[in-house]
């Protein structure tokens, strides 16, 4: 069974940055993709970011430059930089590994049970 645990989250002030990190845990001899998703009240869960096990990524538009996503392979655990964090980033911030090799196979679309990132203006 794959698990996501996410942390990170938390309250900050318009313009602060956070550093949220996803762990992986479980029996895995690789994760495919991992990444960041959020969901603010009252709105669909959206794409932040996602990277694959290569290092390449993927940005929604509107984010990057603000936002960076890494992540360490031998830990399985991703990260997500949030720089100059403005009123509209608040949201639920879900981590997503997708493609987790298992030795009971490869297990597709896990989710984290999300973390809150607040920002005040």
């Known amino acids: 069974q794959v698990q996501l645990v996410e942390s990170g989250g938390g309250l900050v002030q318009a313009g602060g940055s956070l550093r949220l990190s996803c762990a992986a845990s479980?029996?895995?001899?690789?994760?495919?993709?991992m990444g960041w998703y959020r969901q603010a009240p009252g709105k669909q869960r959206e794409l932040v970011a996602t990277i694959t096990s290569g290092g390449s990524t993927d940005y929604t538009h509107s984010l990057k430059g603000r936002f960076t996503i890494s992540r360490d392979n031998a830990k399985n655990t991703v990260y997500l930089q949030m720089n100059s964090l403005k009123p509209e980033d608040t949201a639920v911030y879900y981590c997503n590994a997708d493609r987790v090799a298992t030795p009971l196979g490869i297990r597709y679309d896990n989710w984290g049970q999300g973390t809150q990132v607040t920002v005040s203006s």
């Open positions: 479980g029996v895995i001899f690789s994760v495919s993709v």
